[in-house]
């Protein structure tokens, strides 16, 4: 009963910056780790980064340095600040949570996506 709500995505230049946002709604006791995947034309998806309750947090190599995930655990919303964009970003960008929800068992959820085009 939980969803997931990217938002943020657009058309920029090699070298701008974005800003991408989830917001989960749902009846939710808690969101344990979240993430960012994205999923590329003609390649699987991959993950971008994840970040724990406590705010720890992993970036695939090839955005280290760039991009930088964050979360707001009072407004259920996480965060991915990319900076230097490159044209090999462009993907649709996927939210991960695993959530528990009142009386259900910790599942992981997905947002629809968004889509991010840097062009060169």
């Known amino acids: 009963q939980v969803r997931l709500v990217e938002s943020g995505g657009g058309l920029v230049q090699a070298g701008g910056s974005l800003r991408l946002s989830c917001a989960a709604s749902?009846?939710?006791?808690?969101?344990?780790?979240m993430g960012w995947y994205r999923q590329a034309p003609g390649k699987q998806r991959e993950l971008v980064a994840t970040?724990?309750?406590?705010?720890?947090?992993n970036y695939a190599d090839s955005v280290k340095g760039r991009f930088t995930i964050s979360r707001d655990n009072a407004k259920n919303t996480m965060y991915l600040q990319m900076n230097s964009l490159k044209p090999e970003d462009t993907a649709v960008y996927y939210c991960?949570?695993?959530?528990?929800?009142?009386?259900?068992?910790?599942?992981?959820?997905w947002g629809q996506g968004t889509q991010v085009t840097v062009s060169s």
């Open positions: 991960n949570a695993n959530v528990t929800l009142k009386f259900q068992p910790r599942l992981d959820y």
């Open positions: 749902g009846m939710i006791f808690s969101i344990n780790a």
């Open positions: 970040i724990t309750s406590g705010a720890s947090t």
